[in-house]
């Protein structure tokens, strides 16, 4: 199996593969794909990583900008991220943020903010922050993993991308 960045051409896979991860998710309202494709659609896809095994991409990871009211900048959101349902627990997903998070590290990021379960994302240094808030998700799923000393602050801009106003 190997990671790499998205390629022209893998649309259509990932998009499918996005849709199979999560048609099962209780939280889910099935709009995961539409996501990454709208974020790819406005250019925020800063990072885009694939799992691919035998030619099948079995594993994506979304990364894109967010703005803090803080002023503070070079801060990511992470997702959605994929795997196939029938590869679950088998240390892809994992394998994809750990890549994503060298990646980011590359460009100078800060940190990395999602909307996730504070269970799952706290093994890879995800946490909640205080002072760090946004209208759409629940507090206490909005966490934060700093890439260097600074803790954000502040409301929460997720791309538009991920509430279907991007272009």
């Known amino acids: 199996m190997i990671v790499r960045p998205e390629r022209v051409g893998d649309e259509a896979q ?7 991860a999560f048609a099962d998710m209780p939280y889910s309202d099935q709009t995961e794909s539409l996501i990454v494709e709208r974020l790819r659609r406005a250019g925020a896809l800063t990072v885009s990583l694939v799992a691919e ?19 503070q900048t070079n801060w990511y959101a992470l997702g959605p991220i994929s795997v196939d349902p029938v590869r679950q627990r088998s240390g892809i997903g994992s394998m994809l943020i750990a890549k ?5 590290q590359e460009l100078g990021a800060a940190g990395c903010i999602l909307a996730g379960d504070p269970a799952y994302y706290g093994r890879f240094g995800f946490r909640g922050v205080e002072g760090l808030s946004c209208d759409a998700v629940p507090s206490q799923y909005l966490l934060a993993l700093p890439l260097n000393d600074e803790a954000p602050s502040g409301i929460v801009g997720f791309h538009p991308g991920f509430f279907g106003d991007a272009a």
């Open 14 to 20: 990932i998009g499918a593969l996005t849709a199979r």
């Open 53 to 71: 095994d035998d030619g099948v991409i079995v594993g994506h990871v979304a990364f894109s900008p967010v703005m803090l009211s803080s002023g």
């Open 100 to 104: 994503g998070f060298a990646r980011l």
